[in-house]
Structures are given as structure tokens and as C-alpha cells.
């Protein structure tokens, strides 16, 4: 109604309001209808999330709203609260393992990894009844001559106790001061103790390999018969590597120390004959003639150098006598004495035939003759 202004305006704005509420109405299923479908706590993929209040909030998919701020511990911020787990039992070994417990190769990995190793690798070695594992521990470089390599030397009567007491030797060479026994379980935790104290009072090579008198040992176990019992871990009073090298490297390096050492028993072998070997004594051909009468128990008699002096000794057929006599002279020998050497083993077709190379040979002839 036109005429009317006031009513016309108040049926326009109820109009209005009532487009309005329709219009919210429509907003508002739309709103309930994109929900937000991302599992992670505090991103969202999807653009359906609200905005986050703050870093202390986590968002419910359920309820499709952000979590209050509070104490983790409590649940405030609708986080669930850790649940104590029981214990467990391998179901190769039968060992139980609580909460806080840990096998052996599983702590080995822990050790790789701040050590910045790769992982290691166990691989079971092909036997007819017992098990045995090699634990394989690669080298930070990737050096594979410097890879560590862990074989127990006693075979036992399960994988999983092999690939354990593999893991063993690991620790034991990488690790040997840190306290393991905290974490592992029974019976790794007795292995444990007692190859870190089989380390600290070993004397010699083969205190590892002595028979354990409290008749633990694995064979003494594998006599039951139950078949569980068998298959079950024990712990292993006796274990040993079973080869003195983890590596390549360490066995080159073991190779090199025993040459050295050879090398040094060599050269103090030869010290001491060259200081204790005969000193050498040079004689006169007067002196030497001097001892020889001693030594043959007859006077000695002061000769005079008339035999030296003699002209016909001056004289000489060839060349080849001139330097053998000459030669034996300079060495001690008389002149006579060196004329009879040259007399006996040199005829008169070697003076003419004989070369000049052929000299030092007829030198040694004469000076083995005289001596």
C-alpha cells in the first residue's frame, strides 16, 4: 500500500530479514557439508580447515575443530596418553622383551646410526642341523676392504640366537664401555657380562676357547627333549670371534706388524754378527813366516831381505806374471813365494793365450794356492 509509508517499509525490511536467514540457512549446510578430510594433526591440504589458533592446538577429525592448549601428559589438548604395553616373546627365541628392553641388533643399528654407518647386515651360513650368523658392518666411507665382519665361533640351536650373539661381538668390538646390559634382555644380558669380562681378563689367545665349567653352554641345553626347549635362546658363556680379523684391513695390517717384527729380529740378528765377526789382521810376509814357525813348533829365524833383492825375480816372461806377482806381493806375500804361485799354475800357453779378462781368474788360481 502506497499510501502508507511507514507500513510499506516494515514489510520491506521483513522481506529482507527473512531473505536473510534463507540465505544464512544455505551458508550454513554448505558449511557443514566441506569438512575438512586430512589426517595430519596440524596441516591441512584440503582449504576446509579453519584457521589454527595457536602452535598448542591440534585439530580432531572427529569434531572437525581445533583441540584446547594444555599439558600433553593430561590430555588437554586432546592427545591420548601413553599405555604401558606388556611383555613380549619372539617367536623364534621365546625371549620376552619388555617395554624398555631391546635385542642386541636392534641396539647394533642404534650404534650405526650415530656412528653414521650404514645399517648392518646379518646372513645366515648354510648348516645341516646348528645356526650361525655373519654380522656384517659396512664402513662409514664405503671402503669395503675396511667392512667389519662378526662369525661366532660356536654354532647354536636357533637363528634368532645366532643373529643376537652376532650382533654380540658387533657391540663388543665397537662398544665394549658402554653399559648394553641395561637394555637387553635375559639371556643376551649374561652373554653380555660375561664377553665383556672374558675381554677385560684375557691374557692370551685362547682363554675364549675353555670349556665353561658351570655346564651352561648351548650343547648342554640342545640334551633336552622338548622341542621348545630346544629352539629356545640360552645364554653363552663362551663367546668368542671366530677368526682373530674383523676386516681386510685389519688382517693386512696384522701381516705388516708380523713382517716388521721379522725385519727387526733380522737386522739385530746381523748387529750382532757384524759387531762380534772376526776383526782382519794384515800381516808383513816376514811376520806371517814369524807365525807360521811358531805354529809348526819350529825356531824362528831373523831372515834377511837378500831373497827379496834377487834380479832374477825382477824379470818377468809375460804380463800376465808380472801382474799376478805384483799383485800378490802388494798383498803380503813375498816375491819368491809369488814366483812359485805363477810357476805352478801358469804354464807357457796360458802367458801367450790368456786375456786380459782372464787375469783375475789366474790371480785367484795363485792366491788359493798359496793359502
Known amino acids: 500500500n502506497r499510501t502508507s509509508p511507514v507500513h510499506c517499509n516494515q514489510h520491506c525490511s521483513t522481506m529482507g530479514k527473512g ?5 544464512g540457512a544455505k551458508g550454513g549446510k ?15 591440504n584440503c582449504g576446509n580447515r579453519p ?6 592446538h591440534k585439530w580432531d577429525p572427529e569434531t572437525q575443530q581445533w583441540g584446547g592448549k594444555g599439558h ?42 650415530k656412528q653414521k654407518r650404514p645399517l648392518p647386515k646379518f646372513k645366515e651360513l648354510n648348516l645341516e642341523k646348528d645356526h650361525k650368523c655373519r654380522c656384517i658392518v659396512p664402513d662409514p666411507k664405503r671402503d669395503a676392504s675396511k667392512d667389519l665382519f662378526f662369525v661366532p665361533a660356536q654354532a647354536v640351536g636357533n637363528a634368532e640366537q645366532a643373529q643376537e650373539e652376532a650382533a654380540l661381538l658387533a657391540l663388543l668390538y665397537l662398544t665394549p664401555n658402554l653399559p648394553h ?26 682363554s675364549n676357547q675353555k670349556k665353561d665349567p658351570s655346564g651352561t653352554s648351548n650343547k648342554a641345553t640342545s640334551s633336552s627333549n622338548n622341542p621348545q626347549e630346544k629352539n629356545k635362546a640360552v645364554a ?46 794384515f800381516l808383513s810376509a816376514k811376520l806371517r813366516q ?36 805384483e799383485r800378490l806381493h802388494q798383498e803380503g806375500f813375498t816375491k819368491r813365494q809369488a814366483r812359485r804361485a805363477t810357476t805352478k799354475i801358469l804354464t807357457f800357453s796360458d802367458t ?12 785367484e788360481q795363485a792366491l788359493q794356492w798359496l793359502c
Open 19 to 23: 531473505n536473510k536467514k534463507s540465505g
Open 30 to 44: 554448505a558449511a557443514e557439508q566441506a569438512k575438512c578430510t586430512c589426517d595430519h594433526p596440524y596441516q591441512c
Open 51 to 56: 584457521p589454527r589458533p595457536s602452535k598448542g
Open 72 to 113: 600433553k601428559q593430561k590430555g588437554a589438548s586432546g592427545q591420548t596418553g601413553a599405555v604401558g604395553q606388556g611383555t613380549k616373546t619372539t617367536s623364534v627365541g621365546q625371549t620376552q622383551l619388555a617395554q624398555w628392553q631391546q635385542l642386541p641388533s636392534t641396539i647394533l643399528k642404534d650404534v650405526c646410526r
Open 181 to 206: 646390559e641395561r637394555k637387553l634382555p635375559e639371556p643376551y644380558k649374561t652373554t653380555w657380562l660375561t664377553a665383556v669380562e672374558a675381554s677385560k681378563n684375557k691374557t692370551d689367545n685362547n
Open 236 to 281: 653363552n658363556t663362551n663367546l668368542a670371534m671366530a677368526s682373530k680379523h674383523v676386516s681386510q684391513a685389519d688382517r693386512q695390517k696384522l701381516r705388516q706388524q708380523k713382517q716388521q717384527q721379522i725385519n727387526a729380529r733380522i737386522r739385530r740378528h746381523e748387529a750382532i754378527r757384524m759387531a762380534n765377526r772376526n776383526h782382519p789382521v
Open 290 to 325: 814369524q807365525i807360521q814357525q811358531l805354529l809348526q813348533g819350529s825356531t824362528i829365524m831373523e831372515d834377511d831381505d837378500q831373497d827379496e833383492q834377487d834380479p832374477a825375480l825382477k824379470v818377468f816372461e809375460s804380463d800376465l806374471q808380472q801382474y799376478i806377482e
Open 352 to 363: 801367450n793365450a790368456a786375456s786380459e779378462q782372464d787375469w783375475d781368474n789366474s790371480y
